[in-house]
């Protein structure tokens, strides 16, 4: 009877548990992009599936971009672990899987990469694709963008083809903050000038626009050929923890 109280324990935190995953609700896996959120225009969702899926035609790894509108209460991490392993993304024997889940509501991001594949598709080279390429877009508004631009790089990190781009550290920020504000500091000493010694100044200055573009991030223009449907299912793949996430 001592005994029986850890186990106890083990067993009501393990029908928690249970329990609790049994909520989380998983779409079903209707291609190689699941846009559930409609981040995505019609054009690049087929654009994006077209080069996923002429990707897995040549080495066979399996590759799924998730954008789902909510992450149902759990971490993206955990989210993103269970979504692939209820797909089964990858094939059977080869665990090559890779999942691209990205959760504008929570702005998160995570790289879920099967055991197959974490030789070449590294946490740190997953962190690394995160950090300097798909959140630098997301924080500008171009979602889009950053999608594509991830894809491409977890691609070309399967490929050993990836270029690590340096991390920006605290100090680099502060610097570049520093920098900012004296070149801001300066501007308005030189604006200021100009107008104290222009004999006219009036409404004459327009104020340009700008902003982060979208959806131009390489696929060429036009539709993709009609295939079939991108209906496709997972494999057997397995997933042990691998690779990165982050936020914006």
């Not at 019609?42 to 080069?51: G, H, I, K, S, V």
């Not at 979602?143 to 790089?153: E, R, Y």
Request: aromatic share 8%; charged share 15%; net charge neutral.
């Amino acid at each position: 009877m001592n005994g029986s109280g850890p186990v106890t324990l083990s067993v009501m935190a393990l029908l928690f548990t249970l329990a609790a995953q049994a909520d989380i609700y998983y779409p079903p896996l209707s291609g190689h992009v699941v846009d559930r959120a409609k981040l995505l225009a019609a054009d690049e969702r087929y654009q994006l599936t077209e080069l996923i899926q002429q990707y897995e035609s040549d080495n066979s790894n399996q590759l799924v971009v998730a954008i789902l509108p909510e992450l149902h209460g759990i971490t993206i991490e955990e989210y993103a672990h269970q979504l692939a392993r209820h797909w089964k993304l990858g094939h059977k024997g080869k665990h090559n899987g890779v999942l691209f889940l990205v959760a504008p509501r929570e702005r998160k991001v995570c790289i879920e990469v099967g055991d197959g594949l974490e030789s070449t598709l590294t946490k740190a080279l997953a962190a690394n694709i995160i950090q300097t390429k798909v959140l630098p877009m997301f924080q500008s508004g171009d979602f889009a963008g950053g999608i594509n631009v991830g894809v491409q790089s977890i691609i070309a990190a399967t490929k050993n083809e990836y270029v690590t781009a340096p991390l920006e550290t605290k100090k680099d920020r502060r610097m570049t903050i520093l920098l900012g504000l004296l070149l801001i500091l300066i501007m308005l000493q030189l604006f200021g000038t100009s107008i104290l010694s222009s004999p006219i100044h009036g409404p004459g200055y327009k104020r340009g626009r700008f902003g982060g573009y979208y959806g131009s991030g390489g696929f060429g223009s036009g539709y993709p050929s009609q295939r079939s449907g991108d209906r496709f299912s997972g494999g057997d793949g397995g997933f042990g923890g691998g690779g990165a996430s982050g936020g914006w």
